[in-house]
């Protein structure tokens, strides 16, 4: 089965970037959909980004026009860039994957890394 690891997270001034990047092993992402999703203390998880196989992306409300989901399939990597961060941006960063991006219910996302951290402050 396919296995996540994301790393990019860090600590960052609002209005800064950062890149999230999420390397996949055990399977190819070409036929996946890729999802990004992040979690706070205390409230559920919920999604921010998602891109099928084609290359069709999806984006929150909250983050669009403001994050970028993005994959290289020779790389097995997905990549989450986000500009102009705002503090309410603050999470727990995780990348997972199903078959399709019918839905971005993280209860419809059967794998799942590790998680980076991402602060704005």
């Known amino acids: 089965h396919v296995q996540l690891v994301e790393s990019g997270g860090g600590s960052v001034q609002a209005g800064g970037s950062l890149r999230l990047s999420c390397v996949a092993s055990g399977d190819t992402i070409s036929r996946y959909c890729m999802g990004w999703f992040r979690q706070v203390p205390d409230k559920a998880r919920e999604g921010v980004a998602g891109?099928?196989?084609?290359?069709?992306?999806a984006y929150a409300g909250s983050v669009k026009g403001r994050f970028t989901i993005s994959k290289d399939n020779a790389k097995n990597t997905v990549y989450l860039q986000m500009n102009s961060l705002k503090v309410e941006d603050t999470a727990m960063y995780y990348c997972?994957?199903?078959?399709?991006?019918?839905?971005?219910?993280?209860?419809?996302?059967?794998?799942w890394g590790q998680g980076t951290q991402v602060t704005v402050s």
């Open positions: 891109i099928e196989s084609d290359g069709n992306a």
């Open positions: 997972a994957t199903r078959r399709y991006c019918t839905s971005m219910s993280p209860a419809a996302f059967g794998y």
